[in-house]
Structure formats: C-alpha cells, structure tokens
Nanobody, 124 residues
Framework: QVQLVESGGGLVQAGGSLRLSCAAS????????MGWFRQAPGKEREFVAR????????YYADAVKGRFTISRDNAQNMVYLQMNSLKPEDTAVYYC?????????????????WGQGTQVTVSS
C-alpha cells in the first residue's frame, strides 16, 4: 500500500514556474515507477511524465517536453515535477501516481495508487 500526497500547486502567470512535490508513504517507494498526470475541466485525465524506479529513465508527453522535468529522491520518498514556461493550457489538477508493474506504460489504468491532486492555474 502506498499513500501519495501532492503539494506545490497554485496560481502563476504565463511564463512562470512551479514545482510540484509528491510525498509517498511506505518503505517500498523505490519499487514503484512514478508518474504525473493532469486533468483539465471537461477533459480526460492525461499523462504528463513518468520516471523509472531508479530515476535513470524519464518519459514526457509531447505537450510538456522541454518545459517540465520529473525527478525523484528515493531516500526521502519524494517525486517532483518542475514546471517552467507555463502556459494557460497547463491549467489542470495534477496527480501523482505509483506504478508497480515492470512493463513501461503511460496509461493511467496501469498505475496502482493515486494522490488527491493539486490545482495548477496559469493566467494569461
């Protein structure tokens, strides 16, 4: 069982930056790949970024590639999403998720545990 708690959301102007944090409970954090997803009003939840168990491999959605960076600290049971050059279309609730399966997937139904989400609003 893994419990995830996101923080760091807020209101920012276009072009600004935010860093989201996700704190994980449990002693097996390093056995999970971690991901960030987002859901804008009226839209389906979409993949943002994924990081492997060791942190050596990352994947990004095309919409955020080059602007967002996912990282993790296994000693602190933390995963982060650094978001730069934010755009109004990045406005959404952002969710942290943990994936136990070994097969690499960015599908949301392949992730086992989810946080409650943190709101990010980017004003134009």
């Amino acid at each position: 069982q893994v419990q995830l708690v996101e923080s760091g959301g807020g209101l920012v102007q276009a072009g600004g930056s935010l860093r989201l944090s996700c704190a994980a409970s449990g002693r097996t954090f390093s056995s999970y790949a971690m991901g960030w997803f987002r859901q804008a009003p009226g839209k389906e939840r979409e993949f943002v970024a994924r990081i492997s168990r060791s942190g050596s491999t990352t994947y990004y959605a095309d919409a955020v590639k080059g602007r967002f960076t996912i990282s993790r600290d296994n000693a602190q049971n933390m995963v982060y999403l650094q978001m730069n050059s934010l755009k109004p279309e990045d406005t959404a609730v952002y969710y942290c998720a943990a994936q136990s399966q070994r097969l690499v997937s960015t599908r949301d139904d392949s992730f086992d545990y989810w946080g409650q989400g943190t709101q990010v609003t980017v004003s134009s």
